[in-house]
Every structure is written in C-alpha cells, then in structure tokens.
C-alpha cells in the first residue's frame, strides 16, 4: 500500500517537474522570440527613421504590430499552460483516491477467502458424510444379510420341526390304526 502511494506520489512528483519543465521551456522559448523580436524592432525603427514616406512608416508599423509579441498574449499563453496543469492534476489519480480502491480489494480478497475456507469445510463435511453413508448402506447390507441367514436357518428349523412332526405323527396314526 505505501509502495503504491509511494508510486503514485513519484508519478505526481514527475509530472509537476515535467509541466514545470516545459513551462521554462515556454518561458524561455517566448522570451526568446521576444529578444529576437526587439532586434527586428530596432532595426524596422531605424530603417523607419530613414524614410520619409508616412504611408510606408504607417505600414511598417502595422508589420511591427503584427509580428511583435504582446505581453496580453504571453499572459494568455502562461494561463494556458497553467490550465492545462490544473486539468492534468485533476485527471491524474491521487493516492488518498486509491485507499478506498485497495481497502475494497482487501475486503473483497479476505472474503473470498472465507469463501474458500468455507467451501473446503464443507467439501470435508460431505466426505465424512459420504463415508457414514457407505458405513451404514454396508451395515444395512450386513444386517440384511444377517436377517435372511436367521430367517432361513429358522425356516429349516421349522420345516425340520414340522417334518418331524409329521413322521411322528403319521407313526402315531399308524400305531393307533393298528391297535384298532
């Protein structure tokens, strides 16, 4: 979070000194043109000097006007430049813009964390799930085979019991018959 801030306060840093930069270059460039203006102008005033002709005076003066940087414009251009700082600093991200950017990617990455942890506990709980359901389907099964092995060895009890009944008591009717 600080390196960001950091970051972002070293981009600020650069692009001031950089619209500064080109703010003396402006300067200089204008103050430039200026002195090479000036020059012009001397030299127009001294051949102006040396003509007679007013029409020709009034039109080299009007060259001079239009060719000569007035302060008004140099104003306006500084004021230009200086917008364009102000519009450059509004457009650029500020790192107290940023905090609440990274304090929701940090809530945002501790809940799906929680969202992790809580899908793993509950993938756990289904495997332990799973594995009671295979436990109580196999004692289901063993139970159920338990059940029909009882079930059956007391049908071969009772069909032994019923066989035997009945031997004996066909040997009792034979007895009684034969008595009669």
């Known amino acids: 979070k600080e390196e960001l801030q950091n970051m972002m306060k070293n ?9 500064m930069n080109l703010t003396a270059t402006l300067n200089a460039t204008l ?9 012009k102008l001397q030299h127009l005033e001294t051949d102006i000097a ?4 007013n029409l020709q ?6 060259v001079i006007d239009i060719n000569t940087v007035k302060p008004t414009d140099l104003n306006l251009a500084v004021n230009e430049v200086k917008e364009e ?18 304090d929701g990617l940090t809530q945002q990455q501790a ?3 929680n969202t992790d942890q809580k899908v793993s506990q509950l993938t756990k709980k289904l495997t332990l799930l799973e594995k009671e359901l295979r436990n109580i389907t196999q004692q ?9 092995n009882i079930t059956n060895a007391i049908k071969n009890e009772m069909a032994e019991k ?6 004996d008591s066909k040997q009792a009717i034979q007895k009684l018959q034969n008595q009669l």
């Open 11 to 19: 981009f600020m840093e650069q692009m001031q000194t950089q619209f």
């Open 140 to 148: 289901a099964i063993d139970s159920h085979a338990y059940t029909d």
């Open 111 to 113: 809940s799906i964390e």
């Open 57 to 62: 005076v009034q039109n080299l003066a009007n």
């Open 162 to 167: 019923l066989q035997a009944t009945r031997i």
């Open 50 to 53: 040396n003509k007679a002709d």
């Open 85 to 102: 700082l102000q519009l450059n600093q509004l457009k650029t991200a500020k790192s107290s813009d940023l905090i609440p950017l990274e």
């Open 31 to 39: 103050q430039t043109s200026i002195s090479k203006q000036n020059k």
